[in-house]
């Protein structure tokens, strides 16, 4: 299998803190990869250097086949992306939101028009399409902000906690939305603190203090921890 | 090209639905540009006028019915003595005290000679300055109403020989300060407005955490500061605009100079303030923050502009300060064009300095802006 991410020793240091130590690992291809830990574990940070927005004080890493130092921008064209911050403009309308975000990714008017109407189809937004963003709910907004990311048909996308906040059958339609990405090749990367959530990815790596200090398919995780479910294994991690 | 499209297609939609901001980007600067333009005037007129009369003749009883004549002064009362005067002054209660001594007409009558005492409030020194020169007037003018009763026949071929001066005040005839100020205060106008919203824009989106979205986009640093900017360059030559139509209609400032190199001056000029409020928005994280700093160089930028008090006048390092002061050559260009018609080999020296200034606070812009940290 071909590997999408490969970082070796991708640290981030903020003065005398450091935020990422030292972490190594790759993500497959189509893979669903699940990167898990505590708040203020480095999460957020360590996905910052992947997708170029935020520069790694040592250590090496490769995104779509792009070096994280030298082709920041590059990587940027592969890539899809939704923050914890939920990051549409309210102030825009649902399509106005697609066609904006569609034309930076230099996409035609025509082939945002068709990806506009293919969107609003499947996440049956006709009645809303022209609603300011802003006055929909937040599991309508989420899922429309996964559906932005993935406009440009990037190689992989990274999520960062995206179904916080969100209802239980919202987030299982969402899931069902990754899984679909996922089916078409699209590779997830993911952040979560709903442990079923971990269950459903294939690979999962638990964060400790900047570390990863557990990698592996949820199944072997357990095996290896003796736990029952994943949050189990979560709270001997986390807790040291 | 393509892109730059699409980004100032959503500024133009984001400004035009922001309800807040409609009303603060075309109608408050119309209704500063009319307080204002009334307001800030120089002339110095209700001049709270008293006087001591100690002579109680028909001289000085002439002399002060020329103060109460004259529309600068308002004569409010008259003291019995010194002591009195003394703390209406005190009180704020009068600007001027006019004394005039015991045995005035006599004096004048017999010795052609005599004292009067003018005291002035120079709190406002500017303001007293200015009252002493009115006061001289109307006396100098009392002082010719009487040599002329005065004189002798033989009298005449020694006291003609007085040069008079006659002022003749050079493209603003009448001393009319709304002439003065209006292209001033348009000029203040055109810069706020652009650099408040330029400001402030970029440091929005970074609060709102639609910055990093656009950052993890491929889009260039270029791209995206054109796209940003470009639609508040066009709202300040709209406030130009509207501005020029409200001083030519309203206050009837006469236009002499060429339409064309004033926008051509302030299409340019917009630039180096929305590079200045870019600036500020990269190195600030809230709205507050760039608020605060736009409102810190505003101040000193208008209060250094020779807007109000002349740059001549100001100390040596302060004048080598206003070089750097953007509104200062705003400011010039707009009088000189509007006023005096300049061409522009005339505002040469001030468009090339606005050119520089422009390429490098753009360039710092574009340098600071950061998509990664």
Known sequence: MENVIEAIGLTKSFGAFTAVNAISFHVQKGEIFGFLGANGAGKTTAIKMLIGIANPTSGAAKVAGFDVFTEAESIKRNIGYMSQKFALYDDLTVKENITFFGGIYGLTRAAIKTKTQALIDELNLENVANHLVGSLPLGWKQKISFSVALLHNPKIVFLDEPTGGVDPITRRQFWEMIYKAAHQGTTIFVTTHYMDEAEYCDRVSIMVNGKIEALDTPKNLKKTYKAENMNDVFLKLARG | ???????????????????????????????????????????????????????????????????????????????????????????????????????????????????????????????????????????????????????????????????????????????????????????????????????????????????????????????????KLFPFWIIGIGILSIGLIIAKVLFKVPIIGNFGLLYLYTSIYIFVILGIGLFISNFTDTQQQAMFISWFFMVIFILMSGLFTPIESMPKWAQIITEFNPIKYFVQVMRMVMLKGSGIVDILPQLLKTILYAFIMNGLAVWSYKKTS
């Open chain 2, 1 to 227: 090209m393509k892109i730059i499209i699409f980004i100032i297609q959503k500024e133009f939609k984001q400004i035009f639905r922001n309800k807040g901001m409609l009303p603060i980007i075309f109608i408050m600067p119309l209704i500063q540009l009319i307080i204002l333009s009334n307001a800030a005037t120089f002339d110095i007129k209700n001049i709270k006028f008293s006087y001591i009369d100690n002579d109680h003749s028909s001289y000085s009883r002439n002399l002060i019915r020329k103060f109460e004549a004259s529309k600068y002064f308002h004569v409010i009362t008259s003291f019995p003595n010194e002591h009195l005067s003394n703390s209406a002054m005190l009180n704020g209660d009068v600007d001027i005290v006019l004394e005039i001594p015991q045995h005035f007409e006599r004096n004048l009558t017999k010795d052609k000679h005599t004292n009067l005492s003018v005291t002035i409030n120079a709190i406002d020194g500017a303001a007293a300055g200015v009252e002493n020169v009115y006061i001289n007037q109307i006396i100098q003018n009392f002082n010719r109403h009487i040599k002329l009763k005065l004189m002798q026949p033989n009298d005449a071929q020694i006291t003609n020989l007085n040069i008079i001066s006659i002022p003749s005040f050079w493209y603003n005839k009448t001393l009319n300060y709304k002439t003065f100020m209006v292209p001033g205060i348009l000029v203040l106008l055109v810069t706020m407005i652009t650099l408040f919203l330029s400001g402030m824009n970029i440091v929005r989106e970074k609060e709102i955490g639609t910055l990093e979205q656009i950052n993890v986009t491929p889009i260039k640093k270029s791209q995206f500061i054109i796209g």
